[in-house]
């Protein structure tokens, strides 16, 4: 069984009455700008915030009613203002100075939001810590504008979700076309970044829920090397596949923030020392020489999208890259079903171990869960019920020989079979896919209808995946993905920014003009 836990934005002017971000060049970050009018004196970050804040009023809370940002930091203001006096007093405090992010709604923050999941059950959750990356985002100089909806338990409660749907605040819609679904489970992070409401959001990712959203709304989405980025604080699905990734509208700015992101963690399951410089690789001639393997079998599922990646190839090739074509991963069928058994074992102990730690009065076990979705079957379960977490309630311990052949068979198809063995047979670089398809009408009745996607390779083996606007299928976008090894984010990123700076094809969302 093949499950994409597709676990996986102001009439106002975003900068200044002078400045709009909508028509920021692609060639500059919306962070390094705002920086300059910081200090030119013509913006501050009170005043930006308030911005975004008149912005997502108008669209998401009406208008267009998007439903992307779930909460809004009531401190977020307070944190603005803050920041200007010690801007004043000292400059510019790190590298996301003054910055807004908006949080996906599964990451544990202190400012008085809180963190469901998407769930009723955890309506009251409160946490009494910041996650680890919320701290780096902080120490970073970030201002936290809010949550992210998405779907709710990072799209592993139904096998038949609607990618964006929570049962604490309803459906998103792509920025795009309202019509259409904003995949998952980071919906509202990219939803939000595509329609302009903060400079940067944090998704989440098991198997494809950064890169989908990101692809599907026309933005950059990173999922980075797992345990480089810390996953204590995050309502988790699988430890063996989970990490949190930057969205954002450029990958200078998703580069940026990936950086303050990254640090080791003690509290991590298993942390990962990156050394790497992330922001000296954005390198206009980074593709050039580049040894880069085209996935077939990857492709295939759209005609429409398949004619646009070969546009992308011919791109890829014009900015100096060696294609070597008809690349093939000879496990793709053989990955899904031990990925999905490793998901189920792995969520029911992660779940257990991270509701332990809350406060009295909320559930305390998948088991609690099960039973307040039955107890409450009319708000949560209107379109679709709960039989994935019912199958994971029933697996055994991490101890079980079933999920210990599982998780040994799915690593080594997607790395020493997979990925690795497709970069050492070929001497490639990278490998380069479509991220997936163009989204898809919202259906309530039949669920989210995927056709495929790229992520699952480097989702089960813990490897970089980067995805960037690629072009559009009529008026919807689609993505090209940049697929590395063990650490490799600098390889991808030094592709993934000549790419994006040669063709420059995100749009904003003409239903928000």
Known sequence: MRILTVILFLLVQIFSTQANTNTLPATETKITTIHQQFKQGTLTSEQLVKQYLARIKKYDKQGLALNAVSQINPHALARAKDLDEQFKQKGLTGPLHGIPVLLKDNIDTTDDMSNSAGSLALKEHFPANNAFLVKQLLKAGAIILGKTNLSEWANFRSTSSSSGWSSMYGQTKNAHDVTRSPCGSSSGSGVAIAADFAVLAVGTETDGSVTCPAAINGIVGIKPTLGTVSRSGIIPIAHSQDTAGPMAQTVSDAVIMLSAMTAIDKHDPAPVDSTIDYVKHLKKDGLAGKRIGVVRNLTGYHNQLDNTFEQAIKDLRAQ?????????????????????????????????????????????????????????????????????????????????????????????????????????????????????????????????????????????????????????????????????????????????????QATQHRRDPAQLK
């Not at 670089?429 to 009745?445: E, N, R």
């Not at 996607?453 to 813990?462: F, V």
């Open 320 to 500: 100096g890259a060696i294609i070597v074509d008809e690349v093939t991963f000879e496990t793709k069928d053989t990955w899904g079903g031990n990925e999905f058994e490793v998901l189920l074992y792995e969520f029911k102990a992660d779940l257990n171990s991270y509701l332990a730690s809350t406060a009295e009065g909320l559930p305390k076990s998948l088991e609690a869960i099960i039973e307040f979705n039955q107890k409450n079957a009319e708000k949560v379960m209107p379109h679709f019920a709960q039989e994935i977490m019912q199958m994971a309630q029933s697996k055994a311990a991490l101890t079980a020989q079933d999920y210990l052949t599982a998780l040994k068979s799915a690593k080594q198809a997607t790395q020493k079979d997979g990925i690795d063995k497709l970069l050492n047979d070929h001497k490639l670089d990278l490998l380069v896919a479509p991220t997936t398809g163009p989204a898809w009408k919202i259906d309530h009745v039949n669920g989210d209808h995927y056709l495929g996607a790229a992520s699952s390779a480097p989702a089960i083996a813990g490897y970089p995946h980067i995805t960037v606007p690629m072009g559009f299928v009529k008026h919807l976008p689609v993505g090209i993905s940049f697929i590395g090894g063990f650490l490799q984010e600098g390889t991808l990123i030094e592709a993934a920014y000549s790419y994006e």
